[in-house]
C-alpha cells in the first residue's frame, strides 16, 4: 500500500519561508498530490494540488502567490514551498494521493485514498 511521508515543518518567524516535501513509497507518477492542513480546532482545509500529468496546479485563496507546489516523479516526491509565511498558516500539513483521478485533474477537495501522517508547522515571533 501506498505510504506517504511528509517532512520539512517546523517554527518560522512571519515573513519567512518554508518547503514541505511529501515522499512516497512507491511511485507517484500518475497519482494526483494534494497538500492539506489543520489549524488547532479548525477543519482540515485543502491549501495546493497538483495532477498527475503537473499540467494543472490549484491553490486556495488564502496561499495564492505565496504557496508553488511541484513534483519530482524521479524521486517519488512533491513538495509544497510556502513562503512569506503567516501566523495564520499554522497547522499540521498533510499531503494525500490519489491515482483514480484523471490525469488533468486534483482537488482541494479532501477525497484522497491515500494520506501521511503530517508535518508541523508554526508560524510565530
Known amino acids: 500500500q501506498l505510504r506517504l511521508v511528509e517532512s520539512g515543518g517546523g517554527l518560522v518567524q512571519p515573513g519567512g519561508s518554508l518547503t514541505l516535501s511529501c515522499e512516497a513509497s512507491e511511485t507517484l507518477e500518475y497519482s494526483a498530490i494534494g497538500w492539506f492542513r489543520q489549524a488547532p480546532g479548525k477543519e482540515r482545509e485543502g491549501v495546493s494540488c497538483?495532477?498527475?500529468?503537473?499540467?494543472?496546479?490549484f491553490h486556495a485563496d488564502s496561499v495564492m502567490g505565496r504557496f508553488t507546489i511541484s513534483r519530482d516523479n524521479a524521486k517519488n516526491t512533491v513538495y509544497l514551498q510556502m513562503k512569506n509565511l503567516k501566523p495564520e498558516d499554522t497547522g499540521v500539513y498533510y499531503c494525500a494521493a490519489d491515482g483514480h483521478f484523471a490525469s488533468s485533474y486534483c482537488t482541494l477537495n479532501p477525497n484522497y485514498d491515500h494520506w501521511g501522517r503530517g508535518t508541523q508547522v508554526t508560524v510565530s515571533s
Open positions: 497538483i495532477s498527475g500529468t503537473a499540467a494543472n496546479t
